[in-house]
């Protein structure tokens, strides 16, 4: 492996050429830098970039490293976080106008666990304002474009953190996910993400938007990186109450193995309901691929889907509307259109309804947890549909027009309402050239599960070898 062919790094390989001193840090940040000035131009992932400091940091690492002192398969690794994560010193703008000056005194805990870990922050990564969006076409810092073709959306509302890793910029991004916002953009950008259970990494020092359904991740190219990133990040935080002390477990040992003993469940209906075409064969690949790889595949039903999905969608708003409630009364002018109107909407969703929503819950995890005593992982699309242009408004599914924000979402956000653990892996490509992602989701705390699943899947496919030229596109608009 040479130091320049970023296209092709893993934290997987380039740990192990850092490891034996085969490459230096400072030869990996110094590449990831120049690919960022020489291509962001047409993405737009970064808001802030770091060049110094990431700098300064790989040249410790390398000299820690020279001395004896590597601590682990993330020192001196590269990685971008979404910028709603706090770093201290360093501006977080939450993707706003109203945070432009905004600079936190203290960085939040996964900021913490990486650079324990020896990783390495190369800036912070554009996304949906205030993380209220599933497109990343952000009003104040410009559109994040999707690397496989620049005129399309990279999703949201981590949009930075999936294209960045899809342009190899970084090796591993932070994403959050409240409605589907790690998933959306790592299956239209072609990368892996993980919403992790409710619970397993800390959100203290993320800026909240509904803080019952927030879900802080890890995003990277593959999910043997996943889980590297995961037994860094995941575990108990004081600071944050709703985090779990339940153990975890070594995320990369579990990886071992094949499928043989894997039970995948394939829900009828909802899921299957209103697919592009090219999505629906996809997809339906995919799971033939899983059973060819030892895994029993069943059909299986949830009830309250629909119900479901509704209730999320109640609960998102409200919450969202009471978060920023604040600069919705007082800078209301400085909000983008979107996010305001969706403010507006949640503010006006009464308490008794909220209410309704929360009992609701119980009854679709319980749903969920009975799907989940007869399978070991559930797979379906992750997305309706490829990437839509950007300024596109509705996308038709047959005689059917269906806004985009709506499609985007629609598949995604229940996993929220359960709190359970699902993935985003690339399943293909449209004949336009365009990632399409399947979902992979595991039992509460059970990460290891889904990553595993993904990892095999990965392993005998040949998706993760494609990359996107970005020589080729054009501009972002």
Not at 21 to 33: D, F, G, M, N, Y
Not at 327 to 346: C, E, F, I, M, P
Request: hydrophobic share 40%; charged share 20%.
């Amino acid at each position: 492996m040479t130091p320049f062919e970023p296209a092709e790094w893993t934290i997987s390989t380039v740990a192990k050429a850092i490891a034996k001193k085969e490459i230096s840090p400072v030869e990996v940040v110094r590449a990831c830098l120049e690919r960022i000035e020489a291509y962001d131009k047409q993405i737009n992932a970064f808001i802030t970039v770091l060049p110094e400091q990431a700098l300064r940091s790989a040249r410790r690492a390398e000299k820690e490293i020279l001395r004896g002192r590597y601590i682990g398969p993330l020192h001196g690794i590269p990685f971008a976080a979404k910028d709603l994560f706090f770093v201290k010193g360093i501006r977080n703008t939450c993707g706003s106008k109203i945070l432009t000056d905004f600079i936190p005194k203290y960085d939040a805990a996964v900021i913490e666990r990486l650079f324990s870990a020896g990783a390495i922050l190369l800036g912070k990564l554009n996304m949906h304002e205030f993380a209220n969006g599933p497109t990343s076409v952000n009003p104040h810092y410009g559109p994040v474009c999707n690397p496989w073709d620049t005129r399309r959306m990279s999703g949201g509302s981590s949009g930075g953190s999936a294209a960045a890793l899809a342009a190899s910029f970084a090796l591993l991004t932070l994403g959050t996910d409240t409605g589907g916002s790690i998933r959306i953009p790592a299956a239209l950008c072609g990368c892996t993400g993980l919403k992790p259970t409710y619970g397993r990494i800390s959100r203290y020092g993320a800026y909240p938007l509904a803080w019952t359904l927030d879900h802080p991740g890890p995003m990277a190219k593959t999910a043997a990186d996943i889980a590297l990133a995961m037994n860094v990040l995941a575990g108990h935080d004081h600071r944050d109450p709703g985090t779990s002390p339940a153990p975890v477990p070594d995320y990369v040992r579990a990886l071992r193995g094949g499928l043989e003993r894997i039970r995948i469940g394939v829900p009828t209906g909802y899921y299957f309901d209103g697919l592009d075409e090219e999505v629906r064969a996809s997809v339906k690949k995919a799971i033939d691929d899983l059973e060819q790889l030892g895994a029993k595949v069943q059909s299986i039903s949830i009830p309250h889907l629909k119900e479901a999905a509704i209730a999320t969608s109640v609960i998102i708003f409200a919450e969202m509307a009471s978060s920023l409630e604040k600069w919705r009364v007082t800078r209301s002018a400085d909000l983008g259109d979107d996010v305001r109107a969706r403010l507006g909407h949640g503010a006006a969703i009464p308490a008794t309804l909220y209410l309704k929503a929360q009992r609701f819950r119980r009854i679709i995890q319980e749903d969920f947890a009975a799907a989940f005593r007869k399978v070991d992982v559930i797979v379906t699309p992750q997305l309706p549909i490829t990437a839509p242009l950007i300024g596109q408004e509705t996308v038709s599914f047959g005689k059917t027009a269906e806004p985009v924000p709506a499609a985007l979402t629609r598949l995604t956000r229940i996993y929220n309402l359960v709190g359970i653990p699902c993935l985003s892996v690339c399943c293909g490509f449209s004949s336009s050239g365009m990632p399409i992602g399947l979902q992979i989701a595991s039992k509460p705390f059970s990460e290891e599960t889904a990553l595993k699943v993904a990892h095999v899947y990965e392993l005998h496919t040949h998706w993760k070898k494609r990359h996107p030229s970005l020589e080729s596109k054009e501009g972002r608009p």
